[in-house]
């Protein structure tokens, strides 16, 4: 499972960085990278929250974030 490194724009952790999966960035699979995991371009992406409950009708919070690196060996915790 790939990880992907954000730094949010919107939010209460707006400023901050977080490791999330990969299959929460919406977006994500039309990015170029680099050999590094990084994005070859400044990029603003959509991220589901996947945190707490889900809600039934509207699906989990989606928050602003720049992409910053994306990698297969790291470990979210």
Known sequence: MKH??????TGE???KM???ESNCVRGYE?????ADGKPLEKNK??????AGKRNQ???WPLYDAR???VSSKCKAY
């Open 45 to 50: 992406v959509v991220v589901e929250w996947r």
């Open 30 to 34: 039309w990015m170029k990278f680099d």
């Open 13 to 15: 952790d707006q400023g």
């Open 18 to 20: 977080s490791v999330v």
């Open 4 to 9: 992907s490194l954000v730094s949010w724009l």
């Open 57 to 59: 009708k509207t699906g």
């Open 67 to 69: 992409l910053i690196q």
